[in-house]
């Protein structure tokens, strides 16, 4: 339905349900992303995530399919596996955790986005700088370590503001407000929060002040916020990638902040 899905929340979330802790398989995972194209919250998600050792067996099915490369083999196997891809398939970008030299020399071949999986920490974020490169940073994962605290996710948000570089994350962001899940234990961030936060790093503020708006859970101020910036595109963060499309969406209609019939 055109006009459903708000500036602020359009292109949020890659599906990555081929990737744990969904591991879909890929022959359900196309026709599952077909169906989420076709919906009514269709411009809510963005492109099918395949990693490229599993290229050879994407089967597009009727009509064309865009995807994110996931590069999980060494870069230069990348162009050749994205050139025998059926010709309704179109990549439209590529994610990496490769060294930057080795990344920017296979790179070189690729006609779309590249995000480069870096560490936190403000010497990655200067290293990217000139190669059009776009950061991406891991917010979850198996173990506690994988989930950055909120200072050291402020500071990856402020850094890039300041380079006037956007990023994207990925893992863990399932819900909507900061919470802490009742299985694992571990602290997830809610990807509300990550919304206000990089509205605050865009607009200058300091690391303590993202990092508060980071550790909140209030999820009326949250909505608040995001109410305020609704209308206009995400400030710095490109989006996220999850394995689940169902938890973003119940989310965010629950809220009151995504409707079927497009009224906030």
């Known amino acids: 339905m055109s006009g459903a899905i708000p500036a602020l929340l359009r292109g949020l979330v890659d599906d990555a349900a081929v990737f744990p ?16 194209r076709a919906s009514w919250y269709s411009e809510l998600v963005g492109p099918l995530l395949v990693p490229a050792t599993r290229l050879r067996d994407l089967a597009p099915g009727r009509g064309e399919l865009e995807i994110g ?3 999980d083999c060494e870069p230069e196997y990348v ?4 050139a025998a891809l059926d010709e309704r398939v179109t990549v439209v970008q590529y994610e990496s955790r490769a060294a930057l030299h080795h990344l920017a020399a296979a790179a070189k071949e690729w006609d779309a ?18 190669t059009g490169f776009i950061p991406k940073f891991r917010t979850g994962g198996p173990s506690a370590e994988f989930f950055p ?25 399932h819900r909507a407000v900061r919470n802490t899940d009742p299985e694992s234990g571990f602290v997830h961030h809610g990807f509300l929060n990550v919304m206000a936060a990089a509205a605050e790093a865009a607009a200058d503020a300091g690391v303590g002040r993202v990092a508060e708006v980071l550790a909140s859970t209030d999820a009326d ?35 009151n902040l995504l409707t079927r019939g497009g009224n906030r």
């Open 113 to 130: 986005p590249v995000y480069a999986e870096v560490p936190f920490g403000e010497e990655p974020l200067d290293a990217l700088i000139g």
């Open 69 to 71: 490369v996931v590069v």
């Open 21 to 36: 802790p969904g591991n879909a398989a890929l022959d359900d995972a196309v026709p599952a992303h077909r169906g989420h």
């Open 149 to 173: 605290p909120p200072e050291v996710l402020a500071a990856a948000l402020v850094g890039c503001a300041r380079r006037s570089m956007r990023f994207k994350l990925t893992a863990g962001l």
């Open 79 to 82: 162009a050749e596996a994205v």
């Open 221 to 255: 101020e949250l909505v608040e916020r995001a109410r305020s910036l609704i209308d206009r595109p995400r400030p710095l963060w490109t989006g996220y990638g999850s394995c689940s499309i169902a938890e973003p969406l119940e989310d965010l209609t629950e809220l």
